[in-house]
């Protein structure tokens, strides 16, 4: 048997987001029904935050690995991925299949040659020329992650239609595969913003058995908007929190002295953030977001898996790898230049630390991304 690659299977480690320095009091929407036995010595769980199937635009091309499919491996169970059967040698603990929430479940139903995508323009080009054409649309979505309508001849209804469905899909295998005390799965799905091939990717993963429709990079690509969703559903009663990832590929957006209008970060961004993603994936097959030599030059393990992926896609092939792409290496310091004082437009510089940009310039509102 073969180690199973589910969209090259991250393993997620988190840390405490270090930016977010002011943290408030939570309040979740669901309260436990039963008490949690506590071990004073802590116990240490293993499992997955990030996770793809074929319900992913992106993955569709490479694998048929549906998230039924990806729970029971992670259970560890046998199951077959690209005609050979193949198990994890040890169970997971917990699981949460993050598909990206843009066009999910879509470019899977082209499997279906019944169904509307593949009965549209669109579907009836891939017949004809194969996944080359999937291939091209992929590269054009990637660019600002769009709806599958704005770059390919299919209706908005088939696809919002579709992404529904699949949707509901996700939930109900989330559920199916639960096994309280031995296997926690969550519902869950990835939030794909990447303004001008900048990563400001976060997975949203939520708590209990139900989950209001994805709030997706189609409805925003401003990290504060889907901050302002997870506080809604919150009302609502649902709980959610979001981890961003890949920083390292944010060309310095993810930790930035500005926020998405270009305006300094001050006290109220810093607890909105802690209050809807207190945690940060931290390593994965795409390179680490920590630190830098050049940034901890005695660390002797900084230069690990360094790597801005998406570099080679922007325009200007930039590169702020140094600036707010890594988390020790930047955001903990820049947080408490916050803590200390106030706002983040603060005379750190005069008291010989890091500070702000002179000149506030950079704004991801306008869904275009910087240079």
């Known amino acids: 048997m073969k180690k199973l690659n589910v969209c090259k299977n991250q393993a997620v ?40 199937t074929s319900y992913s635009f992106d993955v569709y091309v490479s694998t048929n690995i549906t998230p039924d499919e990806a729970y029971r491996f992670g259970r560890g169970e046998p199951v077959n991925y690209l005609g050979e059967e193949v198990k994890r040698p040890t169970p997971l603990d917990f699981l949460a299949v993050t598909d ?17 995508l593949s009965q549209s323009e669109f579907g009836r080009d891939v017949r004809k020329e194969g996944m080359r054409v999937v291939g091209k649309t992929m590269v054009r979505l990637f660019d600002g992650v769009k709806h599958l309508s704005a770059v390919a001849d299919v209706k908005t209804e088939v696809v919002n239609t579709t992404a529904q469905t699949a949707w509901q899909h996700e939930i109900e295998a989330a559920n ?8 926690t799965t969550f519902i869950a799905y990835e939030w794909t913003s990447q303004p001008g091939m900048q990563n400001l990717h976060r997975n949203v993963i939520f708590r209990g058995d139900k989950a209001p429709n994805p709030f997706s990079a189609a409805d925003s690509v ?24 890949n920083a390292n590929a944010s ?44 940034l901890s030059a005695n660390d002797e393990f900084s230069n690990f898996e360094i790597m801005d992926f998406e570099r080679a896609f922007r325009k200007d092939n930039s590169s702020r790898l140094g600036g707010g792409s890594l ?24 008291l010989g630390g890091e500070g702000p940009p002179r000149s506030q310039s950079r704004s991801v509102a306008g869904g275009e991304g910087v240079a």
């Open 13 to 52: 480690s988190l840390v405490a987001a270090s930016l977010l320095t002011f943290v408030p009091t939570l309040v979740f929407a669901q309260s436990l029904t039963t008490t949690v036995k506590v071990n004073p010595l802590r116990d240490a769980y293993y499992g997955d935050l990030h996770l793809h």
């Open 100 to 116: 990206h929430a843009e066009n999910i479940g879509v470019f899977n139903t082209l499997d279906d040659p019944s169904s509307p």
């Open 176 to 183: 199916r595969n639960y096994q309280p005390g031995t296997f």
């Open 222 to 245: 401003r990290p504060e908007d889907l901050w302002s969703y997870l506080e809604r559903i919150r009302q609502q009663g649902y709980e959610a929190l979001a981890i961003p990832h």
């Open 251 to 294: 060309n310095g957006l993810m930790f930035d002295w500005i926020d998405s209008d270009g305006k300094p970060i001050d006290q109220a961004y810093a607890e909105q953030r802690a209050a809807n993603e207190p945690l940060l994936e931290l390593v994965q097959e795409k390179g680490q977001s920590e630190t830098h030599p050049a």
């Open 327 to 350: 988390s020790r290496g930047r955001a903990y310091g820049r947080g408490l230049a916050c803590s200390a004082c106030g706002k983040a437009g603060s005379a750190i510089r005069d």
